[in-house]
């Protein structure tokens, strides 16, 4: 069974902290990482994409990849209130599907 | 740009009926992907479809079936519905389905509720 698993939450900060969410994958295989956000109710909405190792940076997001180590990491800076949501970690492997986390609940704290 | 449409948004089906969704991927996007998402599973992945071929299929049963017109745009039907069957339905749309660097974005979903 190849799986995706993310760091229990919930997740409390506060406003302007960083938040730190993780996810560990078991398929080897596993080329492109995605991190959406899903606000209740709603679709999930991609925030960034990663498939090279190291760092890759968006504004206040920074997603970071080890494939030696099978971990993948979302990092938010300077925290918002607006960024509460459910964070989703998706590993693409070769049969170009997509293979989801159970997601972290992140609550910005005003 | 348009993003990815789905229809209809909210449906309410009877135990027993099918039901069939519609999705339009992205202008110039070939593959089309589905998943459900329930609380109790989380996303899984139903099926993908690139250039009217289905490509790859998850472990649903086969009263889920989908199909890929010429237009890209797809459709996904389920026979039969179970209440089980009640789940935010997603399309996902990406340029070829595949490879790095590909992005895949999600329409906003189908509400289907079984009852």
């Known amino acids: 069974q190849k799986e995706v698993e993310q760091n229990s939450g919930p997740l409390s900060v506060p406003e302007g902290a960083i938040a730190s969410l993780n996810c560990t994958y078991s398929?080897?295989?596993?080329?492109?990482f995605f991190w959406y956000r899903q606000y209740s109710g709603k679709s999930p909405e991609l925030i960034m994409f990663?498939?090279?190792?190291g760092d890759k940076e968006d504004g206040r997001f920074t997603a970071q990849l080890n494939k030696a180590s099978q971990y993948v990491s979302l990092l938010i800076r300077d925290s918002q209130p607006s960024d509460s949501a459910t964070y989703l970690c998706?590993?693409?492997?070769?049969?170009?599907?997509?293979?989801f986390g159970s997601g972290t609940q992140l609550t910005v704290l005003p | 740009k348009a993003g990815v449409t789905q229809t209809p948004r909210y449906l309410i089906k009877t135990r027993g009926q099918q039901v069939t969704l519609s999705c339009s991927p992205i202008s110039g996007h070939r593959s089309v992907s589905w998943y459900q998402q329930t609380p109790g599973q989380g996303l899984q992945f139903l099926f993908e479809?690139?250039?009217?071929?289905?490509?790859n299929k998850g472990n649903f049963p086969g009263r889920f079936s989908g199909r890929q017109f010429s237009n890209s745009r797809s459709e996904m039907n389920v026979s039969t519905l179970e209440l089980g069957d009640s789940a935010l339905y997603l399309c996902?749309?990406?340029?070829?389905?595949?490879?790095?660097?590909?992005?895949?974005?999600f329409g906003e979903g189908s509400w289907l509720t079984v009852v």
């Open positions: 990663i498939y090279s190792n």
């Open positions: 996902a749309s990406s340029l070829s389905g595949g490879g790095s660097g590909n992005t895949i974005y």
């Open positions: 398929d080897r295989g596993s080329q492109s």
């Open positions: 998706a590993g693409e492997g070769s049969a170009r599907q997509l293979t």
């Open positions: 479809y690139f250039s009217e071929t289905q490509r």
